[in-house]
């Protein structure tokens, strides 16, 4: 098939190498370079630093919505797009030009986690499964028919980070099996259990130790690596990445032997963070070189 391909992070990226190998790509959309690092030099997003080394023709439009865009994009003559985590609204117009439609990869059950951040709110939910969802797209926000779903676990000490790969591993494969069996009936989505993933506020990610450690633990995990929980240590901000429920009883931000942690009810043990400056390190060195107070 000839596809047009539109993605900008890396989530995306083993879904293009996918696509590449089995079909025609014959262009890939992303987000244009957007400033990065201390120096604020503009960066390509992992899309368009992977289509160019694979010798693919990008674009990065800043909008879709204009009449030349629309006709830019229509005049590629692909059979399909394939959209995965691409960042910009996609007009009618656009939705239309494809012989087959535009094909969403969207890494949560819908209608559960419509929206930016499924992987995210899902940890942080307590969800204990998600999946990936190859939706048609229409013109809502991830309110399309679902050509195909499936579903995984969610591990007790799983980060965004892990379930990011494993869900992009799975919409990869997920696609590929579409494409082969277009055209497919879709299914319509349910009416009842939408819900909508936020995107993530770094506002949240301050650790409140009064609250359950149940939910300080889906904080954490959840949050992991970006923007990462965090709380502060001796005038240091320091991020918490990974973590676990432990026992143990104590004021609110005790510590209570190690890197664990009283809560507002039980206790959690961070086993992962991250110093200013710093690259992450396990629980364990990160004490060689950090001497927690009493009480957090």
């Not at 691409?86 to 012989?99: C, F, N, T």
Request: with cysteine; proline share 7%.
């Amino acid at each position: 098939m000839k596809i047009i391909f539109m993605g900008t992070p890396d989530f995306s990226v083993p879904v293009l190498e996918a696509l590449n190998q089995a079909h025609e790509i014959v262009s890939v959309y992303c987000q244009p370079a957007r400033p990065a690092g201390r120096g604020k030099v503009d960066r390509p997003s992992p899309v368009q630093a992977r289509a160019e080394a694979l010798g693919l023709q990008v674009r990065h439009p800043v909008s879709l919505r204009s009449e030349d865009a629309a006709k830019d994009f229509a005049a590629l003559g692909a059979d399909v797009a394939v959209v995965v985590a691409y960042g910009l609204i996609l007009p009618q117009a656009v939705l239309d030009a494809p012989r087959l439609g535009c094909l969403n990869i969207h890494a949560s059950l819908l209608p559960r986690w419509r929206g930016a951040a499924p992987i995210h709110r899902a940890i942080m939910a307590g969800d204990t499964e998600t999946g990936v969802c190859i939706m048609q797209m229409d013109a809502g926000l991830d309110t399309g028919p679902v050509l195909l779903r499936e579903s995984l676990i969610i591990g007790a000490e799983e980060t965004t980070a892990d379930l990011h790969d494993r869900l992009s591993a799975l919409g990869a494969r997920l696609i590929l099996q579409v494409l082969d069996r277009l055209p497919l009936s879709a299914v319509p989505q349910p009416a009842e259990g939408v819900t909508y993933a936020t995107k993530i506020d770094k506002a949240e990610a301050r650790v409140d130790f009064t609250k359950p450690a149940v939910e300080i633990d889906r904080l954490i995990r959840g949050l992991s690596p970006f923007p990462g929980a965090w709380t502060m240590v001796n005038g240091e901000r320091v991020k918490l990445l990974r973590s676990r429920l432990a026992s143990g009883q104590g004021a609110p931000g005790q510590v209570l032997g190690g890197f664990t942690i009283a809560c507002g009810t039980d206790a959690v043990e961070i086993t992962e963070a991250q110093r200013e400056g710093k690259r992450p390190m396990p629980a364990a060195e990160v004490l060689k070189g950090l001497v927690l107070p009493d009480r957090l």
